[in-house]
């Protein structure tokens, strides 16, 4: 349950907990880093490492949650996190689960029927939440980031509230836990019920494939629903309040 | 035990016995462990829900009582097991001692954690009423509540509540999840529902 801190050694950090990887990944840095600390590496990167700090922290341990130090981030910097993961799950995630699947059907022996399910349920777990994903980087960061913009630039808030007349965070804010409940299902059905004639191995790895992305959508899901979209409904009263 | 998760909180102002106790604890069941000082941090956990094992001093409970009371408000149920200091103990089995040593603890913490949702001694505790497979079936042909408590002639609150049993029984909360099981556990045909809309 530790914390890490700045002076923290990323090399001793990654030996603690190696589910960190993607997320270091997406913050920003690649492996080989030597004994350098977190501190030292953000400063080489260019990396905000207050930001770094706690997107660690949060991930980590997950009884951790200091939303008022994360509350004092730009919107932009989250949204930025934000995009690099979804781009971690188009590019990485869902392909390597994909190709999982396949070999997990390609060993099932007869009556393949029950196997079959687990991807159909997949299919249309992907489906839900690619749709996802894209109704937030084409609809809510654009407007997020333009929210933002026009609180720096007033001059802009004549077009901005023509643009966005009706449009608040609201109605963006309900669907996520639907996609860790279908993950959670998926390996508990997978786990308890379906019946295993399949290679165990292969079972184990899309298992373990999914235990971890089930950790990551969750803080993925944190991140939006207790920073990103507490900070906007704050960047929303400021622009109604100059009304 | 059955598939709501379960929380253990340990409150106690000092750090070394919680990161003690945190590291014990590991090994035991549970799902989620949270480790505070005082009874007052609970604020920060609005939605606490499902089981909880409170452990705690138990002068710190009876401080706390009607605080606690409240915070507890939305959860199924809630266990105590008492930390205690006292040089010689006695063997007690609702609270641990400082002096218990690691797998008496965790014997302890998940003899209460397995105790969850167990009325008495009902081996069938999981297994689905026939009630709630009527549902279940519906569900997965994939029925709306409104819809299936028309078909079945009760009120929708009675489909709601059946749906939640069924949940907890079975450990699936999706709609589509529960499609899954109830074609795995031949509760429907995999003929009788057309797989690519509803899974």
Known sequence: MELFNETSKLAAVIHKDHTLLPVINRLGVKLGFGDLSIRELCVKEGIDVTFFMEII????????????????????????????????????????????????????????????????????????????????????????????????????????????????????????????????????????????????????????????????????ARIEDKILIPKVKQLEKIIKKDE | MNNQTNQIIVICNSDIILKGLADILTGCLSDKVILLNQANELIDYPHLSGYILLMMPVNLFKENEAFLKKIFANTNEVKHLHLSYEEKPQYNNTAINIHDNQALIVNKVNELLNSFGVKNEDKTINELTRREIDVLQLVAKGLANKEIADKLSISIHTVISHRKNISEKTGIKSASGLTMYAVLKKIIDIDEISTSDLI
């Open chain 1, 57 to 220: 922290n949060v991930f980590h341990n997950e009884s951790y949650f200091s939303e008022k130090k994360l509350l004092d981030f730009s919107v932009s910097i989250v949204i930025d996190y934000l995009l690099k993961t979804h781009k971690y799950y188009l590019d990485y995630v869902l392909p390597e689960q994909e190709r999982l699947i396949d070999l997990f059907l390609l060993n099932c022996a007869n009556d393949c029927k029950e196997n079959e399910l687990v991807l159909k349920f997949y299919n249309k777990f992907r489906e839900e939440f690619v749709n996802h994903m894209q109704l937030e980087e084409t609809k809510a960061f654009p407007y997020i980031l333009q929210l933002n913009d026009t609180i720096q630039n007033p001059l802009k808030k004549g077009a901005f509230l023509e643009q966005y007349q009706n449009f608040t965070i609201k109605g963006f804010e309900k669907e996520h836990g639907n996609m860790d409940e279908k993950m959670f299902d998926l390996k508990n059905i997978i786990i308890k019920y379906l019946p295993p004639n399949y290679n165990l191995n292969i079972g184990n790895s899309l298992l373990s494939n999914l235990f971890m992305f089930e950790k990551d959508l969750k803080n993925h």
